[in-house]
């Protein structure tokens, strides 16, 4: 990952928003109140949140420890240390309110172009073992018991549409108790073409839905249903679905998007988009090969 880039970009991001934030009313300060300003900008502070995700170090500590500090001395001339940089990444001037709002909003400047071909699937973030999820206290009342292929599994579910080239088209949390289709319409608004998903997304409803916008729902049938006529390009993209799994185990393994070591959803809220904005800094991604358009027509085969 080029850090270069990374800050540069989230610096720019910050300046346009902070001219924006500097037009809106604020509360006044209570007498007495006291706001200390760091020697660490907001923007140094994402930038290195980033780039965690991106470094293959299991745990922040490590590598702020033994590659931030050694290293990126002369990238960063304010650096603090590993305790006082913990603290500012919840109180960095009231980021309490901005620096997440912050992330997710530079998240959608950097979302993929609408190709016409989507795939979307969803996939479980645990928050504990389910072992612990008796006595689990950090979210509780936000998550819940969900259930897929895999087994039963504790916490919460992300939702994600790609495009056929492994970029981020958009993105949703819920509890791992809510279905699959429950949160597709709101999540499709701006797309059209095609959108491949398994077959936890049929639904007669939600494609009559889709389709009188424009975006074609197509799935693979259940055994017990009828064959149907597509066509034999979206019969050979909808095998391509799996892309989309190889974007979640990039984002569980590489931008480590899941593990167990949270102690406030703040902390976790703030993880999540690190990860999610690492991805998209990411040189190579999960991708095919094959466009609708460099393939002559094609007869309906039977599916």
């Given at each position: 990952?080029?850090?270069?880039?990374?800050?540069?970009?989230?610096?720019?991001?910050?300046?346009?928003?902070?001219?924006?934030?500097?037009?809106?009313?604020?509360?006044?300060?209570?007498?007495?109140?006291?706001?200390?300003?760091?020697?660490?900008?907001?923007?140094?502070?994402?930038?290195?949140?980033?780039?965690?995700?991106?470094?293959?170090?299991?745990t922040?500590?490590?590598?702020?420890?033994?590659?931030?500090?050694?290293?990126?001395?002369?990238?960063?001339?304010?650096?603090?240390?590993?305790?006082?940089?913990?603290?500012?990444?919840?109180?960095?001037?009231?980021?309490?309110?901005?620096?997440?709002?912050?992330?997710?909003?530079f998240?959608?400047t950097?979302?993929?172009?609408?190709t016409?071909?989507?795939?979307?699937?969803?996939?479980?973030?645990?928050?504990?073992?389910?072992?612990?999820?008796?006595?689990h206290?950090?979210?509780?009342?936000?998550?819940?018991?969900?259930?897929?292929?895999?087994?039963?599994?504790?916490?919460?579910?992300?939702?994600?549409?790609?495009?056929?080239?492994?970029?981020?088209?958009?993105?949703?949390?819920?509890?791992?108790?809510?279905?699959?289709?429950?949160?597709?319409?709101?999540?499709?608004?701006?797309?059209i073409?095609?959108?491949?998903?398994?077959?936890?997304?049929?639904?007669?409803?939600?494609?009559?839905?889709?389709?009188?916008?424009?975006?074609?729902?197509?799935?693979?049938?259940?055994?017990?249903?009828?064959?149907?006529?597509?066509?034999?390009?979206?019969?050979?993209?909808?095998?391509?679905?799996?892309?989309?799994?190889?974007?979640?185990?990039?984002?569980?393994?590489?931008?480590?998007?899941?593990?167990?070591?949270?102690?406030?959803?703040?902390?976790?809220?703030?993880?999540?988009?690190?990860?999610?904005?690492?991805?998209?800094?990411?040189?190579?991604?999960?991708?095919?090969?094959?466009?609708?358009?460099d393939?002559p027509?094609?007869?309906?085969?039977?599916?």
């Amino acid at each position: 990952m080029d850090i270069t880039q990374i800050f540069c970009d989230v610096d720019d991001f910050c300046n346009q928003w902070e001219n924006l934030w500097q037009q809106i009313p604020q509360l006044p300060s209570t007498k007495g109140e006291r706001r200390s300003k760091s020697r660490m900008c907001i923007s140094e502070v994402i930038t290195i949140i980033i780039a965690f995700h991106g470094s293959g170090y299991r745990t922040f500590k490590e590598f702020y420890t033994l590659h931030v500090l050694p290293s990126w001395r002369e990238a960063f001339p304010n650096l603090v240390s590993y305790t006082r940089f913990v603290e500012l990444m919840p109180s960095l001037r009231d980021a309490t309110r901005r620096s997440l709002m912050l992330l997710c909003c530079f998240l959608h400047t950097r979302t993929g172009e609408i190709t016409g071909i989507s795939f979307i699937d969803s996939t479980p973030i645990n928050v504990c073992h389910n072992c612990r999820a008796h006595a689990h206290k950090v979210f509780k009342g936000l998550v819940n018991w969900g259930k897929n292929s895999v087994g039963w599994h504790f916490g919460f579910k992300l939702h994600l549409i790609i495009n056929d080239r492994g970029e981020l088209l958009a993105f949703k949390l819920t509890p791992a108790n809510v279905d699959d289709r429950k949160p597709v319409p709101e999540m499709t608004q701006d797309l059209i073409g095609k959108l491949f998903g398994d077959r936890g997304y049929i639904s007669q409803k939600l494609f009559e839905e889709l389709y009188e916008r424009g975006l074609e729902l197509i799935t693979k049938s259940k055994k017990n249903m009828k064959n149907r006529l597509v066509k034999l390009i979206d019969k050979i993209l909808l095998r391509k679905r799996a892309v989309i799994e190889s974007v979640n185990d990039h984002l569980k393994n590489i931008c480590q998007i899941e593990h167990s070591r949270h102690r406030s959803p703040f902390n976790f809220l703030v993880n999540l988009m690190a990860s999610l904005v690492a991805y998209t800094y990411l040189p190579q991604k999960p991708s095919i090969d094959i466009y609708p358009k460099d393939l002559p027509a094609l007869p309906p085969a039977i599916f």
